[in-house]
């Protein structure tokens, strides 16, 4: 980054005014650098939610929201879904760059020789109960990992760091799968080297001992499209919080445990599992007849009602990833001959009037990467408590490789935000008088 200009701010009581350097990046919005202002001025800044805060310097995604316009390392995503595969994006967003034929193949032995987890660990989920949330089970068993890695948690060593880099990414399919299956009572499936990536996780979630389980081209391309769309999206609140977790210097999978928390929320990852049970709620409730009834339930205050799957921090337009994840919802419903599944039906009709309506137009308010994701996800055989696990499953690369780029910058801190205090003065304890006698 390059200072461009100074800023200056200026107080009312007297206090010197500073000059704030200015700083560019390649694209994007400027930055003002406020990291001297509380020594200088005794004062903080206040941006609760982070609406105007850069919290990083990163090179690794960049999203224009006014454009609709999502970039890893600099490569449209559009470009990616059609022409790559998961692992060709794992290589680009935690290298720099996408792989040649034989780094290619490298990246993809490497990963697929770490697919298996420690035979522990399937005693570990004994103490699951079956109906548990799988997103429960996955922040456990993630967070665990970090007991069975003692030989790669120098986080100091770029080594160490790439070797738990490709252990994540290696094995978080395999415990999704059996985060499934486990709620499922079916025996859990060991990783297939010989399929890809996705072909190996469909087939750890939908096969059993019984019978050979060949995957569908069609679907397995479908799920790898799904992975690359979920990959990373800059400073989010998960990736937030992987690289809090990270600054104070925890170790790797406990940051990615962090990330998964804080993705299980409603209001991020957690809104396909919403966005879907939403669609079936109306779909139950008379389908599409219903929806000007819900529409006016969304745009009543009191209603606390959201439409799930709509609206984005960033994007105040169309979401790049809605559009490609509603092209793929096309392609696995016809693949499946279910052209006419209601639900896809519906929620293209719930698109067309909200994006007509001026509740939604003025407050900029499209659909985002979650509202088609749980359509085709459902399609695809995965059950809805699942659709954030494999949000999470397709995130720990843009997590790991986020984490990684705080951790090599020498000049990385713990993160540690101050606050206004608005609570009680200093006062004291009143103490009863003793009684006499
Ligand atoms: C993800 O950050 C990322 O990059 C996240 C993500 C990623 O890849 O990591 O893209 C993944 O989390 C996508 C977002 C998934 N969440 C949802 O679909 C849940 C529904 N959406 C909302 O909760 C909301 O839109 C947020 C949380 C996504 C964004 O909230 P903001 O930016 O804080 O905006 P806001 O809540 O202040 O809303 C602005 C206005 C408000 O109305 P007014 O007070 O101005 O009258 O828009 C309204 C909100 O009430 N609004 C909605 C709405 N989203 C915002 N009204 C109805 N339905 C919605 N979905």
Same mark, same amino acid.
């Given at each position: 980054?390059?200072?461009?200009?100074?800023?200056?701010?200026?107080?009312?009581?007297?206090?010197?005014?500073?000059?704030?350097?200015?700083?560019?990046?390649?694209?994007?919005?400027?930055?003002?650098?406020?990291?001297?202002?509380?020594?200088?001025?005794?004062?903080?800044?206040?941006?609760?939610?982070?609406?105007?805060?850069?919290?990083?310097?990163?090179?690794?995604?960049?999203?224009?929201?006014?454009?609709?316009?999502?970039?890893?390392?600099?490569?449209?995503?559009?470009?990616?879904?059609?022409?790559?595969?998961?692992?060709?994006?794992?290589?680009?967003?935690?290298?720099?760059?996408?792989?040649?034929?034989?780094?290619?193949?490298?990246?993809?032995?490497?990963?697929?020789?770490?697919?298996?987890?420690?035979?522990?660990?399937?005693?570990?989920?004994?103490?699951?109960?079956?109906?548990?949330?799988?997103?429960?089970?996955?922040?456990?068993?993630?967070?665990?990992?970090?007991?069975?890695?003692?030989?790669?948690?120098?986080?100091?060593?770029?080594?160490?760091?790439?070797?738990?880099?490709?252990?994540?990414?290696?094995?978080?399919?395999?415990?999704?799968?059996?985060?499934?299956?486990?709620?499922?009572?079916?025996?859990?499936?060991?990783?297939?080297?010989?399929?890809?990536?996705?072909?190996?996780?469909?087939?750890?979630?939908?096969?059993?001992?019984?019978?050979?389980?060949?995957?569908?081209?069609?679907?397995?391309?479908?799920?790898?499209?799904?992975?690359?769309?979920?990959?990373?999206?800059?400073?989010?609140?998960?990736?937030?919080?992987?690289?809090?977790?990270?600054?104070?210097?925890?170790?790797?999978?406990?940051?990615?445990?962090?990330?998964?928390?804080?993705?299980?929320?409603?209001?991020?990852?957690?809104?396909?599992?919403?966005?879907?049970?939403?669609?079936?709620?109306?779909?139950?409730?008379?389908?599409?007849?219903?929806?000007?009834?819900?529409?006016?339930?969304?745009?009543?205050?009191?209603?606390?009602?959201?439409?799930?799957?709509?609206?984005?921090?960033?994007?105040?337009?169309?979401?790049?990833?809605?559009?490609?994840?509603?092209?793929?919802?096309?392609?696995? *419903? #016809?693949?499946?001959?279910?052209?006419?599944?209601?639900? @896809? $039906? !519906? /929620?293209?009709?719930?698109?067309? &009037? =909200?994006?007509?309506?001026?509740?939604?137009?003025?407050?900029?308010?499209?659909?985002?990467?979650?509202?088609?994701?749980?359509?085709?996800?459902?399609? *695809? #055989?995965?059950?809805?408590?699942?659709?954030?696990?494999? @949000? $999470? !499953? /397709?995130?720990?690369?843009?997590? &790991? =490789?986020?984490?990684?780029?705080?951790?090599?910058?020498?000049?990385?801190?713990?993160?540690?935000?101050?606050?206004?205090?608005?609570?009680?003065?200093?006062?004291?304890?009143?103490?009863?008088?003793?009684?006499?006698?």
């Amino acid at each position: 980054m390059k200072e461009q200009s100074k800023a200056t701010l200026s107080f009312p009581d007297g206090t010197a005014p500073i000059e704030l350097p200015i700083y560019s990046g390649t694209i994007g919005p400027q930055v003002i650098d406020i990291r001297k202002l509380y020594a200088q001025t005794d004062r903080f800044t206040f941006d609760p939610g982070f609406m105007s805060t850069a919290a990083c310097e990163s090179k690794i995604t960049y999203i224009d929201g006014d454009k609709g316009e999502l970039l890893y390392r600099g490569y449209p995503i559009e470009q990616l879904a059609e022409h790559c595969d998961y692992l060709q994006t794992c290589y680009l967003l935690l290298n720099g760059e996408l792989p040649d034929d034989e780094q290619r193949r490298d990246f993809e032995n490497r990963v697929t020789n770490h697919t298996m987890v420690h035979e522990q660990m399937t005693r570990f989920l004994q103490g699951f109960r079956r109906d548990a949330h799988p997103m429960a089970v996955l922040v456990g068993m993630v967070g665990a990992l970090s007991a069975f890695y003692h030989d790669s948690l120098d986080i100091s060593d770029p080594e160490h760091r790439f070797v738990s880099a490709i252990r994540l990414i290696a094995k978080m399919p395999t415990l999704v799968a059996m985060a499934y299956k486990y709620s499922m009572g079916q025996p859990f499936m060991y990783p297939l080297n010989r399929l890809s990536y996705s072909a190996n996780f469909m087939r750890m979630m939908f096969g059993t001992p019984c019978e050979d389980y060949e995957p569908n081209d069609v679907l397995v391309r479908a799920l790898d499209r799904i992975l690359i769309l979920h990959a990373d999206h800059e400073q989010n609140a998960s990736t937030s919080t992987v690289r809090l977790a990270g600054s104070s210097g925890a170790n790797p999978f406990a940051c990615i445990a962090a990330g998964i928390a804080t993705l299980w929320g409603p209001a991020h990852g957690g809104a396909n599992e919403a966005s879907l049970l939403m669609l079936r709620d109306i779909q139950r409730e008379g389908g599409v007849e219903r929806i000007g009834e819900f529409i006016a339930k969304v745009k009543d205050k009191h209603s606390n009602v959201k439409l799930m799957g709509f609206g984005h921090r960033v994007y105040k337009n169309y979401d790049p990833r809605a559009k490609l994840m509603r092209e793929t919802s096309h392609e696995v *419903l #016809g693949e499946l001959g279910l052209h006419d599944d209601p639900l @896809f $039906a !519906l /929620a293209m009709k719930l698109e067309k &009037i =909200a994006l007509e309506d001026d509740y939604f137009v003025q407050r900029k308010l499209y659909p985002n990467v979650d509202f088609y994701s749980g359509i085709v996800q459902k399609a *695809l #055989g995965i059950p809805t408590e699942m659709f954030t696990c494999i @949000f $999470a !499953l /397709a995130r720990t690369v843009g997590w &790991i =490789a986020q984490w990684g780029e705080m951790i090599a910058d020498p000049d990385q801190k713990i993160g540690r935000p101050r606050q206004l205090y608005t609570g009680h003065a200093r006062r004291d304890v009143r103490v009863p008088a003793k009684r006499k006698g």
